[in-house]
T-cell receptor
Framework: AQTVTQSQPEMSVQEAETVTLSCTYD???????LFWYKQPPSRQMILVIR??????QNATENRFSVNFQKAAKSFSLKISDSQLGDAAMYFC?????????????FGTGTRLTIIP | GAVVSQHPSRVICKSGTSVKIECRSL??????MFWYRQFPKKSLMLMAT?????????EQGVEKDKFLINHASLTLSTLTVTSAHPEDSSFYIC?????????????FGPGTRLLVL
């Protein structure tokens, strides 16, 4: 079974600075998808960024980018120019690319605080 | 695009009653929907996966007779908590997977807070 580990329960960053959230995973599969979701105080889960394992290029979405290291099974999220609205719980998630196996496996989350 | 709604957003009920939660994909057809439960300050726990027109697949340890799931159309899935008890109090979240582009991505509803007295 796949597992996802987020080793940082809490992180904080000064507004406008850059922060990196770490995520590692364990799998024997070669094809899969990785996601970062954000859960603000409203508790609405919001997709931040996604990465296909077969793509070597790291995904980017505006101020959000990932460092995907397939061999190391690492998938960190970098948030540049942090804003107050980025304060939330961040969950890393894994999904197999195998047909019929659509479950998301979540990490335990990292609570990000933005310091004004 | 990819908006998922849930209704109600919060519900309070008496012990022994049943509660139905609806999950709708508003702007896409969802071939598969998922139901999660989240305890305070914890991650999401998958309860079941439902495909339109077929029986839901429940995760180990989830009572299928307690948590009834119906996926009657490509835009609607319902979760009914039968004979609710205080230990069923939790935050329930649904998600939906679209067909076509980005079909590997799940889009989440805003969640339903259930309190059983």
């Amino acid at each position: 079974a796949q597992t996802v580990t987020q080793s940082q329960p809490e992180m904080s960053v000064q507004e406008a600075e850059t922060v990196t959230l770490s995520c590692t995973y364990d799998t024997s599969e070669s094809d899969y998808y990785l996601f970062w979701y954000k859960q603000p105080p409203s508790r609405q889960m919001i997709l931040v960024i996604r990465q296909e394992a077969y793509k070597q290029q790291n995904a980017t979405e505006n101020r959000f980018s990932v460092n995907f290291q397939k061999a190391a099974k690492s998938f960190s999220l970098k948030i540049s120019d942090s804003q107050l609205g980025d304060a939330a719980m961040y969950f890393c998630a894994y999904r197999s690319a195998t047909f019929g196996n659509e479950k998301l496996t979540f990490g335990t989350g990292t609570r990000l605080t933005i310091i004004p | 695009g990819a908006v998922v709604s849930q209704h109600p957003s919060r519900v309070i009920c008496k012990s022994g009653t049943s509660v139905k939660i609806e999950c709708r994909s508003l702007d896409f057809q969802a071939t598969t929907m998922f139901w999660y439960r989240q305890f305070p300050k914890k991650s999401l726990m998958l309860m079941a996966t439902s495909n339109e027109g077929s029986k839901a697949t429940y995760e180990q340890g989830v009572e299928k007779d307690k948590f009834l799931i119906n996926h009657a159309s490509l835009t609607l899935s319902t979760l009914t908590v039968t004979s609710a008890h205080p230990e069923d109090s939790s935050f329930y979240i649904c998600s939906a997977r679209r067909s076509g582009p980005l079909q590997e991505t799940q889009y989440f509803g805003p969640g339903t807070r259930l309190l059983v007295l």
